[in-house]
């Protein structure tokens, strides 16, 4: 995952949930957080759908309408809705604004918001 980010990458979480950062800078801090999470997280990740993917101005930059595809030990299998505003650099990722589904997302593992 570490060759996907550019060492100054910036991923960032528009919506997220108390304890959950909004904003990640470097590719070490970025890797070492998801990695951390895929180990904690009680759903897993197996695949991920891609439903639509749209161009922007900006011929670096596209965005993803896509689903997160896994099992939760609490709910069973799931898929989570999402959409990722990718930027590439250089054939990196420079930036990836991740508008993760919170409710959808707390749904899977068994929790209200």
Known sequence: MSRLYAVDAVHEFPFTAPGVPSRLEGREKIVNWIAAGWKANPLKYERYRTLAIYDTNDP?????????????????EFALPNIVVLTVRNGQVARLRDYVNIPAAAAAIGRDL
């Open 60 to 76: 670096e930059t596209i965005i993803v309408e896509q689903e997160a595809l896994g099992t939760s030990a609490s709910t069973g």
